[in-house]
């Protein structure tokens, strides 16, 4: 899949950035939560991979819509995945996170592959839920 890839119409779409993670993935629900208590400004919104509006754009795609390697950012009708979009995230946050941002200098093969050595042993090292995350009331206008 190519970084920066159009989507088609979505109803996501209308939101600027959305997050979309393996809801039940704790190591993926603790990143959710670092972005969540940093982005005073509200700038992203979080969905699922286990919704049906994850499912359609993971089938686009040519994803697994069962076994999860990625995370998505869609921000602006395209969507970028692994490296690429932990690496977008933090650059729209707050204080020193955007100084990460650099290692985009290295090649995305190089970036990816470190991103999915932590993907494949994420559920052994932080393990994995019963059920997707729910949101806390202050969090639900945030969630989609």
Known sequence: MKQGSSLPIHDWGKHEKVIVF?????????FVNFVLER??????KFGTLQSQPAQDILTH??????DYETFLLLEHGKVFTKSTAAL?????LPGAWPWLYGF???PRPLRD?????????RYQWMGKSDSCRVPTPNERT???
Do not use: E
């Open 113 to 121: 592959m470190v991103y999915s050595f932590i993907a494949r042993h």
């Open 39 to 44: 982005d005073s400004r509200g700038l992203f």
């Open 61 to 66: 795609l040519h994803l697994s819509t069962q």
């Open 142 to 144: 945030r969630f989609i």
């Open 104 to 106: 985009i200098i290295i």
């Open 22 to 30: 393996d809801g039940v993935c704790n190591f993926c629900n603790a």
């Open 88 to 92: 977008k995230i933090l650059r729209c």
